[in-house]
C-alpha cells in the first residue's frame, strides 16, 4: 500500500458522527416500534397511523396516541421514522476502514516508487560521515548526477582544519 500523503481527520471524523447518529435514531425508532407495536420491525408512518387508530377504536391519530400512552413514541417516529437511512446497530470494523480509507491521501503508484529511491538515497546519506559531503554532488545534464572528486577533496580540507 502506497505511503499516506494526508489524512483528513475532520472530515473523518464528520462523517462517523453521522454515521453514529444514524444508529442510535435508527435504535430510538425500533424502541418506540417496540412501545407501539410490540414489534422491533421498520414500518412506515402510514401503518403505525392505522395500527394506533385501530387499537384504540378512535379515527384520530393524535388522540388515539394520547389514549393509548404512546403519543411522545409516535411523535418521535413522525418526525425521524422518515430519516432512518440504514437498519445498522453498529458501525463494523470494516466500515471504519472503508471510511478511513476515503479520508486519506496517498502517493500514487509513480511517486511511491520515486519515493522508495529516494529513502534509499537518504539511508545512504546517514552513512556519511559529515552531511556537507552532499555538496560534492553534482547535477549534469539532463538529470545525470555525479560526484565531483574535486570538490569532495575541497570539503574534506575544510572540515578538517
Same mark, same amino acid.
Given at each position: 500500500?502506497?505511503?499516506?500523503?494526508?489524512?483528513?481527520?475532520?472530515?473523518?471524523?464528520?462523517?462517523?458522527?453521522?454515521?453514529?447518529?444514524?444508529?442510535?435514531?435508527?435504535?430510538?425508532? =425500533? /424502541?418506540?416500534?417496540?412501545?407501539?407495536?410490540? $414489534?422491533? %420491525? *421498520?414500518?412506515?408512518?402510514?401503518? @403505525?397511523?392505522?395500527? +394506533?387508530?385501530?387499537?384504540?377504536?378512535?379515527?384520530?391519530?393524535?388522540?388515539?396516541?394520547?389514549?393509548?400512552?404512546?403519543?411522545?413514541?409516535?411523535?418521535?417516529?413522525?418526525?425521524?421514522?422518515?430519516?432512518?437511512?440504514?437498519?445498522?446497530?453498529?458501525?463494523?470494523q470494516?466500515?471504519?476502514?472503508? =471510511? /478511513?480509507?476515503?479520508?486519506?491521501?496517498?502517493? $500514487?503508484? %509513480? *511517486?511511491?516508487?520515486?519515493?522508495? @529511491?529516494?529513502e534509499? +538515497?537518504?539511508?545512504?546519506?546517514?552513512?556519511?560521515?559529515?552531511?556537507?559531503?552532499?555538496?560534492?554532488?553534482?547535477?549534469?545534464?539532463?538529470?545525470?548526477?555525479?560526484?565531483?572528486?574535486?570538490?569532495?577533496?575541497?570539503?574534506?580540507?575544510?572540515?578538517?582544519?
Amino acid at each position: 500500500m502506497n505511503n499516506i500523503v494526508h489524512f483528513n481527520k475532520d472530515s473523518y471524523q464528520a462523517e462517523i458522527n453521522q454515521l453514529q447518529t444514524e444508529i442510535d435514531n435508527y435504535k430510538e425508532c =425500533i /424502541k418506540a416500534l417496540e412501545k407501539i407495536t410490540g $414489534s422491533g %420491525e *421498520l414500518k412506515t408512518i402510514e401503518y @403505525i397511523k392505522e395500527f +394506533i387508530c385501530t387499537l384504540s377504536g378512535f379515527p384520530a391519530v393524535n388522540q388515539s396516541a394520547e389514549l393509548l400512552n404512546v403519543a411522545d413514541e409516535y411523535n418521535f417516529l413522525k418526525e425521524h421514522l422518515p430519516n432512518v437511512k440504514s437498519v445498522k446497530s453498529e458501525i463494523s470494523q470494516k466500515e471504519l476502514k472503508e =471510511i /478511513k480509507e476515503k479520508h486519506t491521501t496517498r502517493l $500514487s503508484d %509513480e *511517486l511511491q516508487k520515486q519515493y522508495n @529511491i529516494l529513502e534509499t +538515497i537518504a539511508k545512504e546519506y546517514t552513512k556519511l560521515s559529515f552531511y556537507g559531503y552532499t555538496n560534492a554532488i553534482r547535477n549534469t545534464d539532463f538529470g545525470v548526477f555525479s560526484v565531483d572528486a574535486s570538490s569532495l577533496n575541497t570539503i574534506s580540507q575544510l572540515v578538517n582544519r
